[in-house]
């Protein structure tokens, strides 16, 4: 079922609402986004705002066999895919977030990834990662550190608002780190 459009009062309701996240032992990928926007928390699902490339990636990439609608996204623990969040609480702009925030979701993020043990962490926008993680030179890709025995990629966001990557490099992102989990 797709999701209607929130109204105006909606989205401005949506403020430090959060999204649940959808988490699992043992999935191949955990993707890590940076925070909900405003769009997701009004709707309650993840890279919902149509804007959004993550579904389209997704399914681009190999990672599904239709373009998943939001509304759909548990369906990606069947594959044994899931989503979190740096920072819970919802913004306008991942901007409007601290380093101290993102610092702080750093933490219980590998928290998390020592509990449920994907066997890739995938964090998706470089700039978090080096905040959380204290990386300032990280690079788009497979990352030297691990967390336990969870390899950590970083991809880009796949916002919209971020124009340093069009629809083909992040499906061509997607697919190599698709590919080293499942040739």
Not at 51 to 69: E, I, M, P, S
Not at 123 to 137: K, M, N, S
Request: hydrophobic share 35%.
């Amino acid at each position: 079922m797709k999701n209607a459009k929130p109204s105006k009062e909606e989205l401005r309701a949506a403020v430090e609402r959060t999204t649940d996240e959808l988490i699992d032992y043992d999935l191949k990928v955990l993707f890590c986004g940076i925070n909900p926007g405003l769009w997701s928390a009004a709707t309650g699902h993840n890279f919902a705002r149509p804007g959004n490339r993550f579904w389209k990636t997704l399914h681009r990439a190999g990672f599904t066999d239709w373009q998943f609608d939001p509304s759909e996204e548990r369906g990606l623990l069947r594959l044994g895919f899931g989503i979190t969040n740096f920072c819970p609480r919802a913004t306008a702009r991942a901007d409007e977030l601290t380093d101290e925030e993102i610092g702080e979701g750093g933490r219980r993020l590998v928290e998390k990834i020592e509990k449920y043990r994907p066997r890739i962490l995938a964090v998706l926008g470089i700039t978090p990662y080096r905040v959380a993680f204290a990386e300032p030179r990280a690079k788009i890709g497979p990352q030297p550190a691990k967390i336990g025995e969870t390899r950590i990629w970083v991809l880009p966001n796949p916002s919209g608002l971020n124009a340093h990557y069009q629809i083909d490099d992040l499906t061509r992102l997607f697919r190599e780190m698709r590919e080293s989990v499942e040739p």
